[in-house]
């Protein structure tokens, strides 16, 4: 089954408020990370949280870690327009051959100017 | 400036026709993937070349093989295209096993007629 459950599946908010996307997994992991994705595009990568910290920050980002509810939340502070995109958590066991990912469903996210 | 690169972005082929797609790095990453990702779905592993160590996820079907003659390139090979096969096609890198941010290309959407 799916490792990563994100919810909400689709966030709409105003210009300059916060959006707080959560993400839920069920095994053990190394390091959990969000990317985002615009309408037909690939993936960037935001952000990776490893599995003993608790909190991290990159500009308007702020994530969230919970390994104890196999949970980590992603909060957009003073969103944009340009936010409008699909997030995505992917957790990453850690094996020896690469960096395999396992992707949630994504949340949607519009901000609307 | 581009460091993922995949061609075409858009491909388009006949049920049952063989079709390649293709994806280039100039990062010098060692490590590189293959994803499909279906209408606001998440994306799927498909495989991974460590190198010139070849992972295949155990649900991928025969179907789909892979490629890496050098560094740089690696190429995904649908055999015989089904109608279930139309998605976007993602390829991504790393620069080592435990490196753990992956570098994804823009995607190449396929369609079968």
């Known amino acids: 089954s799916q490792q990563g459950e994100e919810d909400p599946q689709a966030l709409s908010i105003q210009e300059g408020e916060n959006a707080t996307m959560n993400c839920s997994y069920k095994?053990?992991?190394?390091?959990l990370q969000w990317y985002r994705q615009n309408s037909g595009r690939g993936l960037v990568h935001l952000i990776l949280?490893?599995?003993?910290?608790r909190e991290k920050h990159s500009g308007r980002l702020r994530v969230t870690l919970d390994t104890s509810k196999k949970s980590s939340s992603l909060l957009i502070t003073a969103s944009r327009a340009a936010d409008t995109a699909s997030y995505f958590c992917?957790?990453?066991?850690?094996?020896?051959?690469?960096?395999?990912?396992?992707f949630g469903e994504g949340t949607q996210l519009t901000v609307n100017p | 400036d581009a460091m993922v690169i995949q061609n075409p972005r858009y491909q388009v082929t006949q049920f049952g026709k063989p079709v390649t797609l293709s994806c280039s790095q100039t990062?010098?990453?060692?490590?590189m993937y293959w994803y499909q990702q279906k209408s606001s779905q998440a994306p799927k592993l498909l495989f991974h070349?460590?190198?010139?160590?070849?992972?295949n996820e155990a649900d991928t079907p025969d179907n789909f093989q892979s490629r890496r003659p050098n560094t740089s390139f690696c190429f995904l090979d649908i055999r015989s295209p089904g109608l279930g096969d139309a998605a976007m096609y993602l390829c991504?890198?790393?620069?080592?096993?435990?490196?753990?941010?992956?570098?994804f290309g823009p995607g190449t959407r396929l369609l079968v007629l």
């Open positions: 070349y460590y190198d010139k160590d070849f992972n």
């Open positions: 990062l010098n990453h060692n490590v």
């Open positions: 095994t053990s992991i190394n390091n």
């Open positions: 992917a957790t990453d066991a850690g094996e020896t051959s690469g960096s395999r990912l396992t």
């Open positions: 991504a890198t790393s620069r080592d096993p435990g490196i753990e941010t992956q570098y």
């Open positions: 949280i490893r599995s003993n910290e």
